[in-house]
C-alpha cells in the first residue's frame, strides 16, 4: 500500500497483524496523531454520516490554518484605525466586510499555495518542514482532503472575497477593485498558474505589499472614500515583518523549494547569507517607524510598536546561531510571528490612543488588555508546536 501510494519513504514503523496493518508516518507523529490504521474490508467499522462531517470540518481547520489568518487581521485594523484617526469616520459594516475580504482571500491563497505545491510535488519532498510555520497544511500528504478538494476550496474562496470586493467597490469607490485585483492575481498565482511568482522570486515581495501596505490601504479607502500617505507609511513597518515571517518560514523549505525550482529568497542566497537579509528585514521595521514619525507623517505615539525590538533581536540571535537546522530554528520562526502580531496590534492601538486623547485612556487600555490576551494566546498556540517539535527531535536523539 505504501509503495504504491509513493509514501514508502514516510514509513517510520509497521506492524502487521492478521486482520489489521498498523503505521506511522512522520507527519503523523510531529502532530502526535494516533497510528494510521488499515482494515480489511470485512473489519473495517461503519461511520455515520455525523462522524464523517465532524472529520471533514476537522480537516479544513487544518487547511484554512486559522491561526495565521492575523496576517490578514492586522492590516485591516491597522487601516480602519488610522482612517478613525484622520477622518473621525468609522462605519461596522464596511469594516466587517473588508476583514472577510482580506480573510477569504488570504484562504484562498493558502489552500491554493497547498493545492500548487501538492503538483509541484514540493510538499512531498519536503522533510524539513516545521509545523506549523512551514511546509503547507500537509492535508493532501496526509489524506485528509483529497487534490481536487483543495482545488475547489481554493476557488471558492477567491470568488467569495472577488464578491465582497465588488459590493465594497460599488459601494465605495473603484480603488477596491484595482487593490482587490492585485491580491487576487498574487494569491491565485502565488506558487503555480503562468507567473509562478515564488518561483521567480517575488513571493516575499507580493506578500509583504498584499498583507501591509495594500491591505491597510484598502481598510482605509473602504472608510474614507479617500487616499492618504499615513497609512501607506504606516503600513511598511506591518509590511516588512510579514515578509520576514514568510522569509525565515522558508528556511526549513530550503532544500524542498531548491530541488523543485522554486526560486525563493532564500534559495538563491542559501541560509548562511539569507539571515542577513532576515537581520536588515527586521531592524528596516524599527528604523521605518522612527523616519515615520520624525517626518511627522504618523503620530509619535506609535512609538509603542519599538516595544517588540527586543522580540526581533532574540529572533534574529536564534536565525543567526540556527539558520541550518531546522528544528533548532523553531523559536525564531514563532518569535517572528509573534513580533508581527504584536507590533501590528500597538501601532492600531496608538491611531486610536492619538484619537481619543487622555478621556479614552481607559478604553483603549482595555482594548490593549484584549490585545495582549490574544498575543499571549496565539504565543502558547506557536510554542506549543515548537514544543512538539523539539520532543520529536529528543526522542529520535
Same mark, same amino acid.
Given at each position: 500500500?505504501?509503495?504504491?501510494?509513493?509514501?514508502?519513504?514516510?514509513?517510520?514503523?509497521?506492524?502487521?497483524?492478521?486482520?489489521?496493518?498498523?503505521?506511522?508516518?512522520?507527519?503523523?507523529?510531529?502532530?502526535?496523531?494516533?497510528?494510521?490504521?488499515?482494515?480489511?474490508?470485512?473489519?473495517?467499522?461503519?461511520?455515520?454520516?455525523?462522524?464523517?462531517?465532524?472529520?471533514?470540518?476537522?480537516?479544513?481547520?487544518?487547511?484554512?490554518?486559522?491561526?495565521?489568518?492575523?496576517?490578514?487581521?492586522?492590516?485591516?485594523?491597522?487601516?480602519?484605525?488610522?482612517?478613525?484617526?484622520?477622518?473621525?469616520?468609522?462605519?461596522?459594516?464596511?469594516?466587517?466586510?473588508?476583514?472577510?475580504?482580506?480573510?477569504?482571500?488570504?484562504?484562498?491563497?493558502?489552500?491554493?499555495?497547498?493545492?500548487?505545491?501538492?503538483?509541484?510535488?514540493?510538499?512531498?519532498?519536503?522533510?524539513?518542514?516545521?509545523?506549523?510555520?512551514?511546509?503547507?497544511?500537509?492535508?493532501?500528504?496526509?489524506?485528509?482532503?483529497? @487534490?481536487?478538494?483543495?482545488?475547489?476550496?481554493?476557488?471558492?474562496?477567491?470568488?467569495?472575497?472577488?464578491?465582497?470586493?465588488?459590493?465594497?467597490?460599488?459601494?465605495?469607490? @473603484?480603488?477596491?477593485?484595482?487593490?482587490?485585483?492585485?491580491?487576487?492575481?498574487?494569491?491565485?498565482?502565488?506558487?503555480?498558474?503562468?507567473?509562478?511568482?515564488?518561483?521567480?522570486?517575488?513571493?516575499?515581495?507580493?506578500?509583504?505589499?498584499?498583507?501591509?501596505?495594500?491591505?491597510?490601504?484598502?481598510?482605509?479607502?473602504?472608510?474614507?472614500?479617500?487616499?492618504?500617505?499615513?497609512?501607506?507609511?504606516?503600513?511598511?513597518?506591518?509590511?516588512?515583518?510579514?515578509?520576514?515571517?514568510?522569509?525565515?518560514?522558508?528556511?526549513?523549505?530550503?532544500?524542498?523549494?531548491?530541488?523543485?525550482?522554486?526560486?525563493?529568497?532564500?534559495?538563491?542566497?542559501?541560509?548562511?547569507?539569507?539571515?542577513?537579509?532576515?537581520?536588515?528585514?527586521?531592524?528596516?521595521?524599527?528604523?521605518?517607524?522612527?523616519?515615520?514619525?520624525?517626518?511627522?507623517?504618523?503620530?509619535?505615539?506609535?512609538?509603542?510598536?519599538?516595544?517588540?525590538? @527586543?522580540?526581533?533581536?532574540?529572533?534574529?540571535?536564534?536565525?543567526?546561531?540556527?539558520?541550518?537546522?531546522?528544528?533548532?530554528?523553531?523559536?525564531?520562526?514563532?518569535?517572528?510571528?509573534?513580533?508581527?502580531?504584536?507590533?501590528?496590534?500597538?501601532?492600531?492601538?496608538?491611531?486610536?490612543?492619538?484619537?481619543?486623547?487622555?478621556?479614552?485612556?481607559?478604553?483603549?487600555?482595555?482594548?490593549?488588555?484584549?490585545?495582549?490576551?490574544?498575543?499571549?494566546?496565539?504565543?502558547?498556540?506557536?510554542?506549543?508546536?515548537?514544543?512538539?517539535?523539539?520532543?520529536?527531535?529528543?526522542?529520535?536523539?
Amino acid at each position: 500500500y505504501l509503495t504504491e501510494t509513493g509514501n514508502g519513504g514516510m514509513l517510520d514503523c509497521i506492524k502487521v497483524v492478521p486482520d489489521t496493518v498498523k503505521f506511522r508516518i512522520f507527519n503523523e507523529i510531529v502532530q502526535g496523531n494516533p497510528p494510521t490504521v488499515i482494515e480489511f474490508p470485512q473489519n473495517q467499522q461503519v461511520v455515520s454520516d455525523w462522524q464523517l462531517l465532524k472529520m471533514k470540518v476537522k480537516n479544513w481547520g487544518m487547511a484554512l490554518r486559522i491561526p495565521f489568518l492575523t496576517a490578514s487581521v492586522v492590516p485591516v485594523l491597522l487601516g480602519t484605525a488610522i482612517a478613525w484617526f484622520t477622518t473621525g469616520t468609522f462605519y461596522w459594516g464596511f469594516a466587517l466586510l473588508t476583514l472577510l475580504a482580506a480573510v477569504t482571500i488570504h484562504i484562498g491563497s493558502n489552500v491554493m499555495n497547498d493545492y500548487t505545491d501538492h503538483r509541484s510535488r514540493n510538499d512531498e519532498f519536503n522533510r524539513e518542514f516545521v509545523r506549523p510555520f512551514s511546509g503547507g497544511s500537509r492535508v493532501i500528504q496526509l489524506g485528509l482532503l483529497t @487534490p481536487l478538494e483543495v482545488l475547489v476550496g481554493a476557488l471558492f474562496f477567491f470568488l467569495l472575497s472577488a464578491l465582497i470586493g465588488f459590493y465594497l467597490a460599488w459601494a465605495r469607490g @473603484p480603488l477596491i477593485l484595482v487593490l482587490g485585483a492585485i491580491g487576487l492575481v498574487s494569491g491565485l498565482f502565488y506558487t503555480g498558474g503562468p507567473f509562478n511568482w515564488a518561483k521567480r522570486g517575488f513571493g516575499e515581495l507580493l506578500v509583504g505589499l498584499n498583507f501591509g501596505v495594500l491591505m491597510t490601504l484598502g481598510a482605509y479607502y473602504v472608510q474614507t472614500q479617500s487616499f492618504s500617505w499615513i497609512p501607506v507609511i504606516a503600513a511598511i513597518p506591518v509590511s516588512l515583518l510579514i515578509a520576514a515571517v514568510l522569509y525565515i518560514n522558508e528556511f526549513p523549505d530550503f532544500a524542498a523549494d531548491k530541488q523543485v525550482g522554486k526560486n525563493t529568497l532564500v534559495v538563491r542566497l542559501g541560509r548562511k547569507n539569507a539571515v542577513i537579509l532576515y537581520a536588515l528585514i527586521m531592524f528596516t521595521v524599527y528604523l521605518s517607524i522612527v523616519v515615520g514619525v520624525v517626518m511627522d507623517v504618523i503620530p509619535a505615539t506609535t512609538l509603542v510598536g519599538l516595544l517588540t525590538l @527586543p522580540i526581533a533581536v532574540k529572533a534574529i540571535q536564534y536565525a543567526s546561531k540556527h539558520h541550518s537546522n531546522s528544528f533548532d530554528l523553531i523559536p525564531a520562526n514563532a518569535l517572528t510571528v509573534t513580533g508581527h502580531l504584536a507590533t501590528g496590534l500597538l501601532l492600531a492601538l496608538a491611531f486610536m490612543w492619538e484619537k481619543v486623547g487622555a478621556e479614552g485612556l481607559l478604553y483603549i487600555a482595555m482594548l490593549g488588555i484584549v490585545a495582549v490576551g490574544f498575543v499571549v494566546f496565539m504565543y502558547r498556540y506557536v510554542e506549543r508546536q515548537k514544543n512538539i517539535f523539539i520532543g520529536l527531535k529528543q526522542a529520535m536523539r
